[in-house]
């Protein structure tokens, strides 16, 4: 295993059928909206994007973490939406009313379909499949990893393909003996 900081990141290292592929939290970091232009990871991990991309390789995202980006953003608008009415009791107004409301639900389609495009058009969208033995396994190796399902399963469907280097922030990577990563 390798983990490369990205500041030191040099494309010209990695041969033509490396893939690259995006962990949740650099989606999150580069396409949601919430942090400012000046953010350093978001800074970061822009460049790092845009080296690999201007280097003509390949980026790919699963789509188990397009999925687990949106799930995301809705939650966050629904904080947003909570906090700009002044509702600070969950019970009081639900996340099953926040996706009753037409408007607001209109809204976040049109956020979640801004940032589907901006994905789609840079990298390739890849099947993000479960299979139930990943479940099985995931609960029987708890103890070896750090990973969450989503992260134990995408790892893992790209395990068997040598040439793969995990772009993430998150630390549970880091722990992974049998991956390369490259991080902030």
């Known amino acids: ?27 999150y970091f580069v396409h949601s909206g919430y942090y ?18 201007s280097g003509d390789r390949k ?9 687990e980006l949106l799930f995301g953003v809705e939650n966050k608008e629904y904080l947003l ?5 002044g509702i600070t009791d969950k019970r009081t107004y639900t996340k099953k009313d926040f996706r009753r409301n037409q ?17 789609t058009t840079a990298y390739k969208l890849s099947d993000g499949d479960i299979k139930g033995v990943q479940v099985v396994h995931f609960v029987d190796d708890l103890l070896s990893y750090k990973y969450d399902p ?16 995990f772009i993430s922030d998150d630390t549970d990577f880091q722990y992974d003996s049998r991956i390369n990563i490259v991080t902030a």
Do not use: G
């Open 1 to 27: 295993m390798a983990i490369i900081k990205a500041n030191n990141f040099d494309i010209t290292k990695y041969s033509d059928e490396v893939q690259f592929v995006i962990d949740t939290n650099i989606l």
């Open 36 to 53: 400012l232009p000046t953010d350093r990871k978001r800074t970061v991990y822009s460049n790092l994007l845009q080296k690999i991309l």
């Open 59 to 67: 980026i790919i995202v699963s789509a188990l973490s397009l999925q």
């Open 81 to 85: 939406y909570l906090a700009a009415h």
């Open 103 to 119: 408007k607001e639900r209109s809204k976040l389609k049109s956020k979640m379909q801004t940032i589907l495009s901006e994905i």
């Open 150 to 165: 989503i992260d134990y399963v995408l790892v893992d469907n790209y395990l068997a393909q040598s040439s793969t280097v």
